[in-house]
């Protein structure tokens, strides 16, 4: 079935620097999302694309969805400490309209003071 | 934040028993879904729920069924536990009249199988 592939799985970064993360599918996918996930807490959507090679930001957040469709790609500046968590890319798998995901195996940040 | 609940929020059961999960919204989103969430696998779909009485299967379902009699609650039964089953379960809601794919989370119920 479909997966999506998320790299890195893992980053340790210093307070103040800017982070990249990205997804990727062997399949296109026609919307995706980024969400984020905090220790001991369901996942919080921070951002929706829904056309290939849309840019959007939310705060200190960038997603950009990709111009192949097949991947999309997730930037953070100037990291703080509260940007620790796991980040997730989700997409939906095939036609329809259900409202189905499917989800990468998220990025864990953790952010040194 | 959306308003969905999960109960219990943690619970320890032995192998064998029947368990039961249950989400609750006041958001009269018409899709829910549960997923499980386990290290390295990350969120798993079980089953979803296109409306009332409408469910369908995801692609971690063996082991599990659903009921939902009222667009607020959406639960997941676990008929016999096993220790395969323990993970962190998690609700979700969206809207098709909303942004379909936009899924918002409940908090979660740890489960413990032994």
């Known amino acids: 079935g479909q997966q999506l592939n998320q790299s890195p799985q893992s980053m340790f970064i210093q307070e103040g620097e800017d982070v990249s993360m990205n997804c990727t599918s062997s399949?296109?996918?026609?919307?995706w999302l980024w969400y984020k996930q905090d220790p001991g807490e369901g996942p919080v959507l921070l951002i929706a694309?829904?056309?290939?090679?849309e840019l959007t930001s939310n705060g200190r957040l960038t997603a950009q969805f990709g111009i192949t469709r097949k991947d999309s790609f997730l930037n953070i500046s100037a990291s703080i400490p509260s940007d620790v968590g796991i980040y997730f890319c989700?997409?939906?798998?095939?036609?329809?309209?259900?409202?189905?995901?499917?989800f990468g195996q998220g990025t864990t940040l953790q952010v040194k003071p | 934040d959306a308003g969905i609940t999960q109960s219990p929020r943690h619970k320890v059961t032995e192998t064998g028993t029947p368990v039961t999960l249950r989400c609750h919204q006041t958001?009269?989103?018409?899709?829910m879904y549960w997923y499980r969430q386990d290290p390295g696998h990350g969120l798993r779909l079980i089953h979803y729920?296109?409306?009332?009485?409408?469910?369908d299967k995801g692609e971690v379902s063996d082991g599990y069924s659903v009921s939902r009699s009222k667009t607020e609650d959406f639960l997941l039964t676990l008929e016999s536990a096993t220790s395969s089953q323990t993970s962190v379960y998690f609700c979700?809601?969206?809207?098709?009249?909303?942004?379909?794919?936009?899924?918002?989370f409940g908090p979660g119920t740890r489960l413990t199988v032994t």
């Open positions: 399949s296109i996918f026609n919307t």
């Open positions: 989700a997409g939906p798998p095939g036609s329809g309209n259900t409202g189905k995901l499917i």
């Open positions: 729920s296109y409306g009332v009485k409408d469910t």
């Open positions: 694309l829904y056309k290939a090679g």
């Open positions: 958001e009269n989103h018409r899709y």
């Open positions: 979700a809601i969206s809207d098709p009249g909303q942004g379909p794919y936009e899924q918002y």
